[in-house]
């Protein structure tokens, strides 16, 4: 972009500066920005090896790979103009030459490789660009300018500068900036009226605290971030998730930062036939339904040293058909009851227990409800030298049949239970209580009588080859 004079400032009438601008298409800004129509297809050149077209269509530069379409004229040695800087793009599967009119319209709302990945803000209503904060030309500092692009999955490090100012006032060293306020656009150039239908939120995997300061440093300040971008094959993104990691910095240093953008392709889902649905196999994680999110079922793992942790990353999924008994210690200087209890429940089902858990696999599994029982209600004047009502164990207990055809059963799950078992313990617990967690898949199959006409079996008793005993004379 030869008229970005100044960095890191959106300069005047530059139709090119979209980077400072924060905006994709600057021709609703600025006046005097032509759209450019380009007729033909470039590409990286380490995307590309071999083209089934005429070579004298075909343009190989240092770091382009362009073929022209059949009907055009001129000089097709010289490189197309303006492109040695443009984004790359692929925009059809292949390279034809059969309907260069129709080309635009088939392709424009569908994000392509290289795109810049577009952000809505919803209270303000403007369409900006996802950055990938990189470090600067001469320096390891970091730069907010840089833009992630679709389909290019990089990690890359800066530095951030903490002090006493900047962590209370430096948003990016904050976990909520990161997803707050705005989200992501579906396709590249929705319309105005589609605009609400057409952002994806970003889903935060865990909550990460404020940066706070304390004792000369700066804690909970984030050190790695990392969105993980669902997208389809027709070039539409699905879903974001964002992974924080923080960590504490002491004033006057420099922190280094990761920041990583992943791309996943979505699973496909075709629409799968409802009769009969497909059945679970053993092995296969439980699905629930926690409040908008389905993950699978979790319970507690291993932890060094045996003791109880909260942290979610630390849970092992429920599987389909495997009894299990897990169990930890806990042990706490607390004195409020509620945080206690809090701090069980954490331990013993996560963040949450599951609304639903899915009866059968698929696209489109069906649901059932789950059981959830309790601590009994908290007696009144509950405090800490009497005692705390606290929940010390869980019974997890799924119910499942075999279902359909005998020739090809299905297993599916007909219910679920979470069943919690609580104690009256003095606080604080200075003695190590054990907590366990204990799932259970109980078999609920009930088999059909053999259809009339099919040949039961001759049962023979003991001793039955030479002598006919009393049972077998009656028939029993």
Wanted: aromatic share 8%.
């Amino acid at each position: 972009c030869i008229c970005d004079i100044t960095s890191d400032f959106c300069d005047i009438g530059c139709c090119c500066d979209v980077v400072d601008c924060g905006i994709a298409d600057l021709t609703s800004v600025f006046s005097g920005c032509k759209q450019e129509n380009r007729s033909g297809v470039c590409v990286e050149s380490w995307l590309m090896f071999r083209a089934n077209v005429d070579p004298a269509l075909v343009t190989v530069t240092d770091s382009l790979f362009c073929v022209r379409f059949g009907d055009e004229k001129g000089d097709v040695a010289q490189p197309l103009s303006g492109l040695s800087g443009a984004p790359f793009s692929i925009s059809s599967p292949h390279f034809s030459a059969q309907e260069p009119v129709t080309y635009p319209s088939r392709y424009a709302n569908r994000y392509k490789v290289d795109d810049l990945i577009l952000t809505y803000y919803n209270n303000t209503s403007v369409v900006s660009i996802l950055s990938q904060p990189s470090p600067g030309a001469v320096s390891s500092a970091c730069v907010n300018r840089n833009p992630a692009k679709f389909l290019q999955s990089s990690c890359l490090s800066c530095s951030r500068a903490v002090s006493s100012v900047s962590c209370m006032r430096d948003s990016s060293l904050s976990a909520l900036s990161y997803f707050t306020g705005f989200s992501l656009l579906r396709v590249p150039h929705p319309s105005k009226a589609d605009m609400g239908n057409l952002t994806i939120p970003i889903i935060p995997l865990s909550d990460q605290p404020e940066p706070i300061q304390h004792n000369g440093s700066c804690l909970n300040v984030v050190s790695k971030v990392e969105y993980m971008v669902t997208y389809t094959g027709a070039g539409e993104i699905t879903q974001v998730t964002l992974k924080v990691d923080v960590k504490n910095a002491s004033f006057n240093t420099q922190l280094l930062q990761q920041h990583c953008v992943q791309f996943q392709l979505a699973t496909p889902s075709p629409s799968p036939p409802r009769s009969p649905l497909v059945g679970l196999t053993v092995g296969t994680p439980v699905i629930g339904w926690f409040g908008e999110v389905a993950q699978p079922l979790t319970v507690q793992g291993l932890s060094v040293g045996g003791e109880c942790s909260v942290d979610p990353l630390n849970r092992s999924p429920i599987l389909f058909k495997h009894n299990s008994i897990t169990g930890c210690t806990f042990r706490s200087t607390s004195r409020d009851c509620p945080s206690l209890r809090a701090q069980l429940y954490s331990v013993l089902r996560g963040v949450m227990s599951p609304d639903r858990v899915a009866m059968t696999a698929g696209s489109q599994p069906d649901w059932s409800r789950v059981i959830i029982q309790e601590c009994p209600s908290i007696p009144a004047g509950e405090h800490c030298e009497i005692g705390c009502l606290l929940p010390v164990s869980l019974f997890v207990q799924v119910l499942w049949a075999r279902r359909g055809l005998l020739a090809l059963p299905q297993s599916h799950i007909l219910a679920a239970k979470y069943n919690f078992s609580c104690q009256t313990l003095q606080c604080p617990i200075t003695s190590p209580v054990p907590v366990t967690t204990k799932v259970i898949f109980s078999d609920a199959t009930i088999y059909p009588e053999a259809p009339r006409g099919k040949p039961q079996p001759e049962w023979k008793f003991p001793f039955a080859f030479f002598t006919r005993g009393a049972g077998e004379l009656d028939r029993e």
